[in-house]
């Protein structure tokens, strides 16, 4: 499918949908080749494999692996994407883009044909600051991404590992980057979350949207984002629960906890700490001038209290950490994975590359870099920009000798634990699905987020009001009318709404209301008297914004970031 963006359609209705509320409260393929002889001098044939010994995943991870050929054991270390929205009957064009990626027709088939372990769902969000590796979308809806992933499955299932559950993932983060939109409980941004202050909401809400996840068929989150605030970084910004270390190791604890209590894996990115450079690395090499004490007190405490609420993954940044290992980018660090993460920090789990196809990791041609990550100490390699070159590579590399068989089995043995693992949780119904009590805990959360950086705390805002947006989104007062609201298109107070992008530019200086629904920097030149942030446009977050016009609830949150000029609140303490 192609690149195609959905901005405009959201954008309106998250709009539209705030200005019912406020509104209505204040005024009342081929084949591979033959398996090979496993390490043990066995081979074992497609879509069988030893009975495990125990119940225990790690025990039955050894005792599949011990079965494995070399083919087996390479496909269980990548995790690409596909391109189209069902596993077995595509468009042309996906067709034809599966046949430049892998060499087959369909997702299906590139898992038989490369034996793989998992595979990543990628989509566009309205100002998705990833969308620089997002090389097509393959998410719609619940039902469709339903099917996709019992269709995905079913093949998995006809391989030797098949015992294993097939690892499928996407980036769920919400906020600005959230594959899955209609039809499913949307949470507040996790820079929301830091200002609503509270893990225990964090964790409910995650849980609720995590179930919805598993309903899905989706079991690995690429979520939540680790990075501490420390730079006003518009690649991590409202993706990151603050920019104080402590605090944003309680919300990362938080989300852990709730998303891998539904059977979801947790995945804690970017590793060493994307927010400690302000630069892209969907465009570059961001560099980290820190030193290792400063990453260490500054950058990791989210990662570690992550590890300590048992996070099953960790996700490599495209990051050169100067201090620690100048000029090689941490997914390619050995000293940054093997002797920091594993050997300092103690991480026992699963480290996921970053997308393969993003500029620093594609210095190198797809094989080598494949290697080159393994050898680093990553155990799955994520979103090569070439599949067939990516898998001949890291075979070709084992039987040289390049990649160490003792590595290359430590990686799988540790990818196909978290699939027992993660399958010990029978997943929800899809009835679940946006269900009363879901929305409940998103509501929670993003009502205790609402912040007053400037006004007088608690007191409606007088009515009727005329919203206005930076963007100028369109069918505003249409969502308004079908609710039978009657509606000015002016003369009522303004409440002005800056979003993800927005500079001084955007601001509106009549305005006696302006409303941050992303980071609240830009707040810091707006001249209304009265200054909120939401974090977040969200329906739930829409939802609290209103309820604090209309004086019916009192703006509880607390700014996690500094905003030059302004106290991280004007409501208590």
Known sequence: MGRVSNRPRRAAVAVAALTVLLVSGCSGAAERPAPTPSPGGTSTAPGTSAAPPASDPAARATALV????????????????????????????SAAGNQALAGVDTPADMISKYRLGGLILVGFSADDPTKGNQETTNVDNPKQVHELTTGLRAAAGRLAAGPAPLLIGTDQEYGVV??????????????????????????????????????????????????????????????????????????????????????????????????????????????????????????????????????????????????????????????????????????????????MNMPPAKRWAPGEAAVRALNAGNDLILMTPNV???????????RGGSLPRTRLVEAVTRVLTMKFRLAETPAAQMSTLNAPEHRAAADALAAAAVTMLRGTCGGAVPGPITVTSSGGRDGTRAALTAAGVQVKPSGGTIVHLVGYGDGANDLRPDAAVTVAMDTPYVLTGAKSPTLLATYSSSRASMTGLAAVLAGKARPSGRSPVTVPGLPATTCGT
Do not use: C
């Open 388 to 398: 067939g070159q990516a898998y001949d590579g890291l075979l070709a590399a084992l």
């Open 178 to 355: 959230t594959r899955v939109t209609d039809g499913v409980t949307l949470l507040p941004s996790a820079l929301a979350a830091g200002a609503a202050g509270d893990p225990k909401l964090t964790e409910a809400a995650w849980r609720a949207a995590g179930a919805e996840l598993a309903a899905m068929g989706i079991n690995v989150d690429f979520a939540p984002v680790a990075d501490v605030l420390a730079t006003r970084s518009t690649v991590i910004g409202s993706r990151s629960y603050g920019s104080d270390p402590k605090q944003a190791a309680a919300q990362v604890g938080g989300a852990v906890r709730g998303l891998q209590a539904v059977g979801v894996a947790a995945t804690l990115k970017h590793f060493p700490g994307h927010g400690h450079s302000a630069d892209d690395s969907h465009q570059d090499l961001p560099v980290l001038t820190q030193s290792a004490e400063a990453l260490q007190t500054g950058a990791w405490p989210p990662f570690t209290a992550g590890m300590d609420a048992g996070a099953m993954a960790v996700m490599s940044g495209h990051l050169d950490a100067r201090a620690i290992d100048p000029g090689t980018p941490a997914t390619f660090s050995h000293k940054l994975l093997t002797d920091v993460l594993r050997g300092q920090l103690g991480f026992k789990g699963v480290v996921i590359t970053d997308g």
């Open 66 to 93: 011990a079965t494995l050929s070399d083919e087996d054991l390479v496909g269980q270390v990548l995790m690409p994407y596909a391109y189209g929205d069902s596993a077995t009957k595509v468009s042309a064009g």
